[in-house]
Nanobody, 122 residues
Framework: QVQLVESGGGLVQAGGSLRLSCAVSGRGLWNYAMGWFRQAPGKDREFVGTITWNGDTAFADSRKDRFTISRDNAKNTVYLQMNSLKPEDTAVYYC????????????????WGQGTQVTVSS
């Protein structure tokens, strides 16, 4: 079983930055595309962005200017760097793994983490 554990969430003031991590374990070979999603209270889960095994990234249009996704395959870890945070960014952030290593979209993710809370105060 593949397990994903997010970390790095917390409370930050508007305009600040936060870096989330997602550590993947459970399999010896890690060749997943990795996505980031978020879910605010009372709303559906939404797509933030994705990074393929080779490091190609794609973002939802509303987050291209502020968010960056990277990965360290040697550490089996994916990162979400969030800058210029706004109160509307407040949500539980999830990472997800796709068995398709070239997945560049918002669908077809196979494993999910439990999420980490990000709260942005004004």
């Amino acid at each position: 079983q593949v397990q994903l554990v997010e970390s790095g969430g917390g409370l930050v003031q508007a305009g600040g930055s936060l870096r989330l991590s997602c550590a993947v374990s459970g399999r010896g070979l890690w060749n997943y595309a990795m996505g980031w999603f978020r879910q605010a209270p009372g709303k559906d889960r939404e797509f933030v962005g994705t990074i393929t095994w080779n490091g190609d990234t794609a973002f939802a249009d509303s987050r291209k200017d502020r968010f960056t996704i990277s990965r360290d395959n040697a550490k089996n870890t994916v990162y979400l760097q969030m800058n210029s945070l706004k109160p509307e960014d407040t949500a539980v952030y999830y990472c997800a793994a796709s068995k398709n290593p070239n997945n560049r979209g918002r669908d077809n993710y196979d494993y999910w983490g439990q999420g980490t809370q990000v709260t942005v105060s004004s």
